[in-house]
């Protein structure tokens, strides 16, 4: 694991305990593994080709309701499973140790608010979002 992932992790871990309301770093990380394991998954596309997903599913307004400022608008596991599909839930399950119904609730619990931790101005962040975390990852190690 490199030196960013771990930071990553670590942020990921924080920002899903904050967001669980709890400390537990077992809980958080658990969700912050499922998130960055799906915003990393290639087939997903990473956040854009998330939003595209949503949008073709037919939960356009749900979604944009979680990267506007306005409230975010809820979704249902059932919702979750059909944008994401089995294979991706599979996956996720299978890399957290929960089953893909379990995923999928905590997804629908959760994923509205890290999409609008991501997109604090209301909007996508542009560019390759790994490229800009390790240039403001290489900015703190100049300091």
Do not use: R, Y
Not at 29 to 39: E, K, R, S
Not at 103 to 117: K, N, R, T
């Amino acid at each position: 694991m490199g030196l960013f992932d771990s930071i990553a992790g670590q942020v990921m871990q924080q920002a899903g305990s904050a967001l669980s309301g709890t400390n537990d770093a077992a809980g958080g990380g658990n969700m912050a593994a499922m998130v960055m394991g799906l915003l990393n998954n290639p087939e997903v596309g990473g956040i854009q080709g998330l939003v595209a997903a949503f949008q073709k599913n037919g939960l356009g307004d749900t979604v944009a309701s979680w990267i506007s400022t306005n409230a975010n608008l809820p979704i249902s596991a059932d919702q979750i499973m059909s944008v994401l599909g089995q294979g991706s839930l599979s996956d996720l399950a299978a890399k957290t140790g929960l089953s893909s119904g379990d995923v999928a609730s905590s997804l629908s619990e959760h994923l509205p608010a890290f999409i609008d931790q991501l997109t604090p101005n209301g909007q996508l962040p542009t560019g390759d979002l790994m490229a800009q975390g390790m240039n403001l990852l290489k900015g703190f190690m100049k300091s």
